[in-house]
């Protein structure tokens, strides 16, 4: 999460008053001036770190074994080898597969339809 701008400041205010807060009431129960400033220390160095770790940016986990490169053209193999199919016979397969894709779609969605006779 990112802060709005401006509200830095504000947190830092609830931080310190939250950790003068927290001075003042160990202070009033132990009427010990160091207790105090030390809890009211404490309390303000962990807000402080609670807060700045929440607010950074999250970094994206990776997993083990995750490949991180680019994909090249190379990285394929051809699906047809040259002496296999000729290249005009390969062409008009690449162009008819959409046809027969789209004409099973069209079969599978007016399938249950009933039909005006």
Do not use: N
Not at 2 to 25: D, E, H, N, R, T
Not at 27 to 52: E, K
């Amino acid at each position: 999460m990112k802060f709005p701008k401006g509200s830095k400041v504000l947190v830092s205010f609830l931080i310190l008053g939250l950790a003068i807060l927290a001075g003042g009431q160990f202070w009033a129960v132990t009427r010990s001036l160091l207790v105090g400033v030390g809890i009211g220390g404490a309390v303000c160095i962990f807000l402080a770190w609670f807060v700045w770790s929440w607010a950074r940016p999250r970094v994206r986990r990776r997993f083990l074994g995750e490949f991180h490169g680019g994909v090249f053209e190379g990285d394929f193999g051809r699906a047809v080898s040259q002496g296999q199919m000729s290249k005009e016979r390969v062409g008009r397969k690449v162009k008819t597969q959409p046809r027969d894709i789209a004409g099973s779609v069209r079969a599978m969605l007016v399938k249950d339809k009933p039909y005006d006779k």
